[in-house]
């Protein structure tokens, strides 16, 4: 994929729109059961919805009715592979540092949940967990975007220490934890392993229209819609090299939510021109990135049963 877009296309038609947005994503597991009760207990997510597809078993769940992670039952596939191209973690998103703090409560007690780390990036801050079939979680919170810094017109960003100890002694308040899913939560990002970054961002950056923010962090690329800090995310860190994906447990699905059709349209465009093969079905469209992840970008207001049907 090394064509780009033809020079007559709009810079609008070049990238998303900055209205832009993640969706819930979808993950294969081997235990559907323990893995839907890990993220209630630990995420404060409750069952929106449930559907037998086939032999498949698919569970949505989320916080106020907003759909946060889709649960595919496919027992009998291999584990996740942390060396291949996937997931490297799903973020969720919190409105304060309160209602993270709580979140990150309740992941550290429970006993299913690796604690991985935490980190001050100066655009957020962030808590890393692994779910019990190896799939990486964080938790984090946005810092105002007046405090954003930009290098060179790259923002700034950073691993920094962040203690977590001192982080809950701080923000942490029992009542937000006693409200569990009533306090907001979303997708903010998706960080992926890739096998290399030049093809990523072939994909990611010129294909479906993200705008690379960071690109001096050694191997990894980061990329947003509207200015964001990131939306995705790529890394080599574990996956350098790594081929297509074999079928296993982990990532089914990446969904991004654009605006409006013309946005769509946009995207079709972008896809055709680069021989990227896609499906249109009017409200979305589907494609799978060159490791075989497939991704969704649909218009606003999926349901659940169009979310239970991908």
Do not use: C
Not at 88 to 98: C, V
């Amino acid at each position: 994929m090394t064509a780009r877009p033809s020079e007559e296309t709009t810079a609008d038609e070049r990238v998303l729109s900055a209205e832009t947005t993640m969706d819930a994503v979808t993950l294969r597991v081997g235990d559907l059961e323990n893995m839907a009760s890990y993220y209630a207990s630990a995420l404060a997510l409750e069952p929106i919805e449930e559907r037998s597809h086939g032999r498949e078993v698919r569970r949505v769940l989320g916080r106020g009715g907003t759909p946060m992670i889709r649960l595919i039952s496919t027992p009998g596939l291999p584990g996740v592979d942390p060396g291949q191209a996937g997931l490297f973690h799903t973020a969720f998103l919190f409105d304060d540092a309160a209602a993270l703090a709580a979140t990150v409560h309740r992941s550290a007690d429970d006993p299913r949940s690796r604690f991985v780390g935490s980190s001050d990036h100066l655009v957020s801050e962030a808590f890393y967990f692994t779910d019990p079939e190896g799939n990486g979680i964080e938790l984090y919170t946005d810092r105002d975007r007046a405090d954003w810094k930009y290098d060179n017109g790259q923002l700034r960003m950073s691993t920094l220490y962040l203690d977590p100890n001192a982080y809950l002694r701080t923000h942490l308040d029992e009542a937000v934890v006693a409200e569990g899913p009533r306090r907001a939560g979303r997708v903010g990002h998706v960080h992926l392993q890739v096998g290399d970054i030049a093809t990523a961002r072939a994909f990611y950056v010129d294909a479906l229209g993200f705008e690379t923010t960071v690109a001096t962090y050694p191997g990894a690329l980061f990329a947003a819609a509207g200015g964001y800090h990131h939306h995705v995310a790529m890394n080599t860190w574990n996956s350098a090299g790594a081929g297509p994906r074999a079928a296993g447990l982990g990532l089914g699905d990446v969904a991004v939510t654009v605006p409006g059709r013309e946005d769509l349209d946009a995207l079709v465009a972008r896809l055709r021109a680069l021989g990227v093969a896609h499906a249109d079905t009017g409200r979305a469209v589907v494609t799978d990135d060159p490791w075989g992840t497939q991704v969704t970008v649909a218009l606003p207001g999926t349901g659940t049963e169009e979310l239970l049907a991908r």
